[in-house]
């Protein structure tokens, strides 16, 4: 099992950054890789960002150059920091790990609001 909670969502003008936090419950050396994904309402949720074994990245197009994922492994913490934020990067922003020890298991934290608007 693996606990996930995120913070730093919040109220900001277009333009404008904002850096969310992703805390795990456990080391995540032992988590096959980490992402930041949104979910804006009406639409599906999608994969904003990855990192996984070997801290290969993979970012979404719409984000590329934007955003920027990270983990500080001794505090197993992981950072999605958001520059240049646009409108259409409001959503519900969800932090996901994946694990493979016993077969591929997806665990999800609750969700933090991003919100762009002047």
């Known amino acids: 099992q693996v606990q996930l909670v995120e913070s730093g969502g919040g109220l900001v003008q277009p333009g404008g950054s904002l850096r969310l936090s992703c805390a795990a419950s456990r080391s995540i050396f032992s988590i096959y890789a980490m992402a930041w994904y949104r979910q804006a309402p009406g639409n599906q949720r999608e994969l904003v960002a990855n990192i996984s074994s070997g801290s290969r990245l993979n970012y979404a197009d719409s984000v590329k150059g934007r955003f920027t994922i990270s983990s500080d492994n001794a505090k197993n913490l992981v950072y999605l920091q958001m520059n240049s934020l646009k409108p259409e990067d409001t959503a519900v922003y969800y932090c996901?790990?994946?694990?493979?020890?016993?077969?591929?298991?997806?665990?999800w934290g609750q969700g933090t609001q991003v919100t762009v608007s002047a």
């Open positions: 996901n790990a994946v694990t493979v020890g016993t077969g591929v298991r997806n665990f």
